[in-house]
């Protein structure tokens, strides 16, 4: 028998949103795991707003917003509030009931870019490794560091000498200028709209402003265990990854650390050995010049199972800027790359903590 369409829908509805998630979505596990963070954040969030005035967003709403937009690629702020209008999913993973409003795009920024000063970004991204190693997920012992380039949010036209004048500038929208013979370089040249950026490449591509981002592995499980973002420098990545070495907590016994060829330096050598760690470099050997690194660490098993494991922080950087749309920085200066940057790797990791949960590696 045909079914009718009613004429009429009904007006009032008593279906709980909890119902209209399936049992085996995976954000289920997602959200667990980031409900324990918040609860851990409480505290902290406490200090950051005054007793009394007109209650503001709630952070913890704010921060599962903002891992809505990264683990679904949202492209914009205007379109997530857009998706939480009348996405029932996305509503039930911020907290938002069927009848609350949603946020006003300015002000869900304003009150994000709030969050992020407080350098909540980084509380969260280590409190979710707190998470991973209370399941005991971590390697204590064996790590792998990489770096990559952050394409920032500044043209190249905005690259301009540092002693030229302000009224030199080239005016108009977008002017027509010819870089044609003119030598330029991060020792006489800064970008106007994004002074912390800096004219880099890797490899065989075109020189373009960016950030250099290194991520800390753990080699058990590939989960990242810090981050850091630095001016694009020649020495960033090795500087960078001393850097996040001291950090870590130190231990009486060796440990290893896995990189490529670029960490092949005598400097980083020596200051992997003087940490207590050992360096598991690939060999940068050429006609040119040796490799810091000899045979009384090359023909050990470790080394070429830690040769084989720094491929997976590559998985990261990929994740990073394809899902959490990092390709092109939406925001400026290094402090604030490096929030964004932590907190998106903070979501990278909760992908593979879900990912170990459901395949019963870990509780």
Same mark, same amino acid.
């Given at each position: 028998?045909?079914?009718?369409?009613?004429?009429?829908?009904?007006?009032?509805?008593?279906?709980?949103? %909890?119902?209209?998630?399936?049992?085996?979505?995976?954000?289920?596990?997602?959200?667990?795991? $980031?409900?324990?963070?918040?609860?851990?954040?409480?505290?902290?969030?406490?200090?950051?707003?005054?007793?009394?005035?007109?209650?503001?967003?709630?952070?913890?709403?704010?921060?599962?917003?903002?891992?809505?937009?990264?683990?679904?690629?949202?492209?914009?702020? #205007?379109?997530?509030?857009?998706?939480?209008?009348?996405?029932?999913?996305?509503?039930?993973?911020?907290?938002?009931?069927?009848?609350?409003?949603?946020?006003?795009?300015?002000?869900?920024?304003?009150? #994000?870019?709030?969050?992020?000063?407080?350098?909540?970004?980084?509380?969260?991204?280590?409190?979710?490794? %707190?998470?991973?190693?209370?399941?005991?997920?971590?390697?204590?012992?064996?790590?792998? $560091?990489?770096?990559?380039?952050?394409?920032?949010?500044?043209?190249?036209?905005?690259?301009?000498?540092?002693?030229?004048?302000?009224?030199?500038?080239?005016?108009?929208?977008?002017?027509?200028?010819?870089? #044609?013979?003119?030598?330029?370089?991060?020792?006489?040249?800064?970008?106007?709209?994004?002074?912390?950026?800096?004219?880099?490449?890797?490899?065989?591509?075109?020189?373009?402003?960016?950030?250099?981002?290194?991520?800390?592995?753990?080699?058990?499980?590939?989960?990242?265990?810090?981050?850091?973002?630095?001016?694009?420098?020649?020495?960033?990545?090795?500087?960078?990854?001393?850097?996040?070495?001291?950090?870590?907590p130190k231990?009486?016994? #060796?440990?290893?650390?896995?990189?490529?060829?670029?960490?092949?330096?005598?400097?980083?050598?020596?200051?992997?050995?003087?940490?207590?760690?050992?360096?598991?470099?690939?060999?940068?050997?050429?006609?040119?010049?040796?490799?810091?690194?000899?045979?009384?660490?090359?023909?050990?098993?470790?080394?070429?199972?830690?040769?084989? +494991?720094?491929?997976?922080?590559?998985?990261?950087?990929?994740?990073?800027?394809?899902?959490?749309?990092?390709?092109?920085?939406?925001?400026?200066? +290094?402090?604030?790359?490096?929030w964004v940057?932590?907190?998106?790797?903070?979501?990278?990791?909760?992908?593979?903590?879900?990912?170990?949960?459901?395949?019963? $590696?870990?509780p």
């Open positions: 028998m045909r079914g009718r369409e009613p004429e009429q829908r009904v007006m009032f509805s008593y279906v709980n949103i %909890e119902t209209r998630i399936p049992r085996d979505h995976p954000l289920r596990i997602v959200k667990k795991l $980031v409900d324990a963070v918040l609860r851990q954040l409480s505290p902290r969030f406490d200090t950051m707003y005054a007793r009394g005035g007109r209650p503001s967003v709630p952070p913890e709403q704010l921060l599962r917003a903002l891992l809505i937009q990264i683990l679904y690629s949202v492209r914009s702020e #205007r379109l997530l509030m857009e998706q939480l209008d009348y996405n029932l999913l996305f509503r039930w993973f911020v907290g938002l009931g069927i009848d609350d409003e949603v946020w006003v795009p300015e002000t869900f920024t304003v009150n #994000r870019d709030r969050l992020l000063e407080a350098e909540v970004a980084h509380a969260f991204f280590h409190a979710v490794v %707190e998470q991973a190693r209370s399941r005991k997920l971590l390697s204590d012992d064996h790590f792998t $560091v990489d770096g990559t380039l952050l394409e920032a949010w500044a043209s190249q036209k905005s690259f301009r000498p540092i002693d030229e004048p302000p009224d030199a500038k080239p005016g108009g929208r977008n002017p027509e200028v010819n870089f #044609r013979g003119e030598k330029r370089g991060n020792a006489t040249h800064r970008s106007t709209t994004d002074p912390d950026a800096r004219l880099a490449k890797k490899g065989n591509t075109a020189a373009k402003l960016a950030y250099t981002a290194s991520a800390l592995m753990e080699n058990r499980h590939g989960l990242i265990v810090d981050t850091e973002v630095e001016h694009a420098t020649g020495t960033a990545e090795c500087d960078s990854a001393l850097a996040m070495l001291d950090r870590l231990k009486k016994r #060796r440990r290893t650390l896995g990189a490529d060829k670029l960490y092949d330096t005598k400097d980083f050598v020596r200051g992997c050995r003087e940490q207590g760690f050992t360096p598991h470099v690939a060999q940068n050997i050429n006609d040119q010049r040796g490799s810091a690194i000899d045979s009384r660490t090359t023909r050990h098993a470790g080394y070429a199972v830690s040769q084989r +494991k720094r491929k997976l922080v590559e998985q990261g950087f990929g994740w990073d800027k394809t899902v959490g749309l990092l390709d092109k920085l939406r925001h400026r200066g +290094k402090k604030l790359v490096g940057y932590a907190f998106t790797s903070a979501a990278y990791n909760l992908v593979r903590l879900r990912t170990l949960i459901a395949a019963g $590696v870990c």
